[in-house]
């Protein structure tokens, strides 16, 4: 397995830093706030025109037929940024899921349209505290109301992400052998959306009730198996976001305090400020570790993906919160300004820290699959 | 000089076959006293010497073989098949003391020891840190003062304390550092020299650890007389010759490291679901695997982050800045992970008896208080990934462009 970028896959990070270094600047994110904007149609656009919607998305169905990683390569820039688009909602999380459950007439029928970017679409899989049975992680916790009953489905899905802008949402809804995935047009008759009040500006979600409105079954696969590799799939693409944003705060905490002088020297002389900062590039350097081996290990359907994934997600969360929380602590009073870049990660960090799962969540998942392995993998 | 790929495959078969004949005995690993791995060390690099696999890649005049690097390599794969005696005083004989010989000291130096260390004649120990002189290592004030006579012309009388020398007690000669100007800054007051431990003078003693072993020695140089012909280097060209030595040593444990285990965490988490606590087993408890989690995260990271480092330089880029964590983490995980294998019993998890020895976890959590320690401790480890991954700057000094002798101590 290959744990470090090919030339190929370099280039393609260069483009789209590129390109997010043009449309996707510090000021443009604050206009978006100011505005209460949940995204940028304009970056979208650009990012449909580079091809990097459909780049996870076969040829056949109008992508660009490139990997796991390549979806990973982009994630990690837009974690970098903070980029205020539904890539994660739409590409990830909704286009792996219609590719993971389903059928061949589904993917032809959807993808196209989420590789050109003409649709957004999202997954509607919470309810609030309730979390699929991904894995025996989800001790304990309540079960999923919502239900499909003669092509309708009836109950209410919260926090959906994207939920304003996305014209199509996969539920993920209960049923009678396991979860079950299913596509609605978000505005049909039946569908209540509702704004919440999120902590993270940059990213909106929504309440969703579904009222007995039309859903199409995907009728690929369906049942805890699929969930699970879809959970896989997305902790590893965010926990390529997280890094992203670790080491975006890493550096920015690094150059102010370069910058800044105090008591007659740089700040970022003093020990405590270096030793801060090194913890956090170890925490760095190993997360990217273990998120490219989750990579690898979900496209080669290696027998140890489940836990490679728990183990990328656990490492980039606690680098992510870390690295935010310090940033900011770093640049002192400056840091909680608004005019200072500091929020945006400190924000966006907690979001990523919990949108898929708590770390206690994922904890669990990871021992018990540990508990429960035969024998450890070589890498 | 370069080899063909041919070359290097019919050099690899032939010493594979000379293997096969001469390093049979080492087929399966033994233990030995130490007397007997010293002895046993020699003697097979006295074989390999006469055979040509000594040394292979340094010329014949010192001792080695005259090949290539690429023959040194393919040998090294072959004998690793083996458990051959690796006494440490032969690899820092023939990693760091020939180094810095080659690169710092005379061709004659060169070829003299090159001839001693490479035909297994003799081994070395390394006399560097002293008790006031770790990780600072050019605080250190073993002094050398140079002098003339009729009966041993220019020569220099040496007297200090050097600690934490491996096995010397079993070297034939160290390399060691020495104050000779304490007028000028630490760092430019210091010379290099060989010395032969069976000099009058010398005094190894063994320090007992607080694991109750003892794996290093106190060494006491008492008007130990050197001959000028034994000092590499210029005077006050120590502190380049030490810089030397400490980067070849980082070099060897960056190769240790690939090959450690990457498994232990999950002996933890079979060790916590086997510990009845409650109704059920210490796995139910959302602390434990909170913590066991964090531990998993860390060990499959250095696995990974090895993985990486491989894939790096073999595709001929450098030596990342990073390194340095690998030993910074790996450390901090041995300590902690052994203390849980204590935790998990309680009280109990304090004693040996009742069925179960916990004399290996008692050596393994005290050991890790010497990782965290040696070769690069975690607060200088972190100021190296400070300064050299992340740029930043260098610690404020009081010491700098400061006459030794003015320095408080």
């Given at each position: 397995m290959n744990l470090i970028l090919t030339e190929e896959q370099g280039l393609l990070q260069d483009q789209v830093r590129g390109l997010l270094e043009r449309r996707a600047s510090p000021e443009s994110l604050r206009q978006l706030i100011t505005d209460q904007a949940p995204w940028s149609p304009e970056l979208w656009q650009d990012m449909a025109e580079l091809g990097l919607l459909g780049a996870a998305i076969p040829e056949a169905h109008g992508g660009v037929g490139l990997g796991l990683l390549e979806?990973?390569?982009?994630?990690?820039?837009?974690?970098?940024?903070?980029?205020?688009?539904?890539?994660?909602?739409?590409?990830?999380?909704?286009?792996?899921?219609?590719?993971?459950?389903?059928?061949?007439?589904?993917?032809?029928?959807?993808?196209?349209?989420?590789?050109?970017?003409?649709?957004?679409?999202?997954?509607?899989?919470?309810?609030?505290?309730?979390?699929?049975?991904?894995?025996?992680?989800?001790?304990?916790?309540?079960?999923?109301?919502?239900?499909?009953?003669?092509?309708?489905?009836?109950?209410?899905?919260?926090?959906?992400?994207?939920?304003?802008?996305?014209?199509?949402?996969?539920?993920?809804?209960?049923?009678?052998?396991?979860?079950?995935?299913?596509?609605?047009?978000?505005?049909?008759?039946?569908?209540?959306?509702t704004a919440l009040d999120g902590f993270d500006q940059l990213r909106h979600h929504a309440d969703i009730v579904f009222d007995d409105a039309p859903c199409e079954r995907l009728t690929g696969a369906s049942g805890d198996a699929v969930v699970r590799e879809l959970f896989d799939r997305l902790a590893v693409?965010?926990?390529?976001?997280?890094?992203?944003?670790?080491?975006?705060?890493?550096?920015?905490?690094?150059?102010?305090?370069?910058?800044?002088?105090?008591?007659?020297?740089?700040?970022?002389?003093?020990?405590?400020?270096?030793?801060?900062?090194?913890?956090?590039?170890?925490?760095?350097?190993?997360?990217?570790?273990?998120?490219?081996?989750?990579?690898?290990?979900?496209?080669?359907?290696?027998?140890d993906r489940h836990r490679a994934a728990a183990t990328a997600r656990i490492g980039a969360t606690q680098a992510y919160e870390k690295a935010a929380r310090e940033n900011l602590q770093l640049h002192g009073g400056i840091g909680f300004t608004w005019e200072a870049n500091c929020h945006f990660h400190y924000r966006r960090a907690r979001l990523l820290a919990l949108n898929l799962g708590s770390l206690e969540v994922w904890s669990d998942a990871l021992i018990d699959d540990v508990a429960h392995a035969d024998a450890p993998q070589a890498a | 000089m370069s080899t063909s790929s041919e070359d290097i495959k019919a050099y690899r078969e032939r010493a594979r076959a000379w293997l096969a004949e001469n390093a049979a005995e080492y087929a399966e690993p033994r233990e030995v006293s130490e007397e007997e791995l010293v002895r046993r060390s020699k003697e097979w690099i006295r074989k390999k010497h006469d055979a040509g696999y000594s040394a292979i890649a340094e010329p014949v005049e010192a001792g080695g073989a005259g090949g290539t690097p690429e023959q040194a390599a393919a040998f090294a794969k072959e004998e690793a098949r083996y458990h051959t005696p690796t006494f440490t005083g032969v690899s820092i004989g023939f990693a760091m003391a020939m180094e810095v010989i080659r690169r710092h000291g005379t061709p004659?130096?060169?070829?003299?020891?090159?001839?001693?260390?490479?035909?297994?004649?003799?081994?070395?120990?390394?006399?560097?840190?002293?008790?006031?002189?770790?990780?600072?290592?050019?605080?250190?004030?073993?002094?050398?003062?140079?002098?003339?006579?009729?009966?041993?012309?220019?020569?220099?009388?040496?007297?200090?304390?050097?600690?934490?020398?491996?096995?010397?007690?079993?070297?034939?000669?160290?390399?060691?550092?020495?104050?000779?100007?304490?007028?000028?800054?630490?760092?430019?007051?210091?010379?290099?020299?060989?010395?032969?431990?069976?000099?009058?003078?010398?005094?190894?003693?063994?320090?007992?650890?607080?694991?109750?072993?003892?794996?290093?020695?106190?060494?006491?140089?008492?008007?130990?007389?050197?001959?000028?012909?034994n000092r590499i280097g210029a005077e006050g060209e120590g502190w380049a010759c030490a810089m030397t030595v400490l980067a070849t040593e980082r070099n060897q444990s960056r190769g240790s490291d690939n090959d450690a285990r990457h498994d232990s965490v999950t002996s933890l988490v079979r060790k916590a679901a086997a510990t009845p606590r409650g109704g059920g087993t210490a796995l139910d408890s959302a602390a434990v695997r909170a913590r066991l989690a964090d531990w998993y995260v860390r060990e499959q990271g250095l696995k990974n982050f090895a993985h990486r480092l491989r894939a790096t330089t073999t595709a001929g880029g450098p030596p990342p800045a990073t390194i340095p964590l690998m030993k910074l983490v790996s450390a901090t995980l041995m300590q902690e992970t052994n203390a849980f294998l204590m935790d998990v019993d309680e009280y109990e998890g304090l004693f040996s008896g009742a069925g179960q020895d916990r004399g290996e976890v008692f050596y393994q959590y005290l050991w890790s208080a010497a990782m965290r320690i040696a070769g690069g401790a975690d607060e200088v480890l972190r100021n190296q990934l400070a300064e050299r991954a992340l740029g930043m700057p260098g610690e404020m000094r009081a010491d700098k462009g400061v006459p030794f002798n003015e320095l408080p101590h």
């Open positions: 979806l990973c390569v982009i994630a990690e820039e837009l974690g970098r940024t903070v980029a205020p688009v539904p890539f994660f909602s739409s590409v990830c999380m909704a286009a792996e899921a219609i590719k993971l459950a389903g059928s061949e007439a589904q993917k032809a029928q959807w993808l196209p349209r989420l590789a050109s970017g003409e649709a957004v679409a999202t997954l509607a899989w919470a309810e609030g505290s309730a979390v699929p049975p991904t894995a025996a992680g989800a001790h304990g916790r309540p079960a999923l109301t919502t239900r499909i009953a003669d092509g309708r489905i009836r109950g209410r899905k919260w926090p959906v992400p994207d939920a304003a802008v996305a014209e199509l949402g996969v539920v993920i809804s209960g049923g009678e052998g396991g979860p079950e995935l299913s596509v609605v047009d978000l505005s049909a008759a039946g569908v209540r959306r693409l965010e926990a390529f976001e997280q890094v992203g944003g670790t080491e975006s705060a890493l550096y920015m905490a690094r150059d102010y305090t370069l910058q800044r002088f105090i008591f007659g020297r740089q700040l970022a002389s003093y020990q405590a400020v270096k030793h801060n900062l090194a913890d956090i590039l170890v925490m760095l350097e190993l997360a990217r570790a273990n998120a490219m081996y989750a990579a690898g290990a979900i496209e080669e359907e290696r027998p | 004659e130096q060169y070829r003299r020891f090159g001839t001693l260390t490479h035909r297994g004649d003799i081994t070395w120990c390394q006399l560097f840190s002293e008790p006031a002189a770790g990780s600072d290592l050019a605080a250190l004030r073993t002094r050398a003062v140079k002098a003339h006579s009729e009966s041993e012309g220019d020569h220099w009388i040496v007297n200090g304390q050097k600690v934490w020398s491996s096995w010397a007690h079993h070297a034939d000669w160290g390399i060691l550092i020495a104050r000779s100007d304490p007028t000028v800054p630490k760092h430019k007051g210091l010379t290099f020299f060989v010395v032969d431990m069976r000099s009058p003078g010398i005094e190894v003693r063994p320090i007992r650890q607080i694991t109750g072993h003892s794996d290093f020695n106190e060494t006491f140089l008492t008007d130990v007389v050197i001959p000028d012909s």
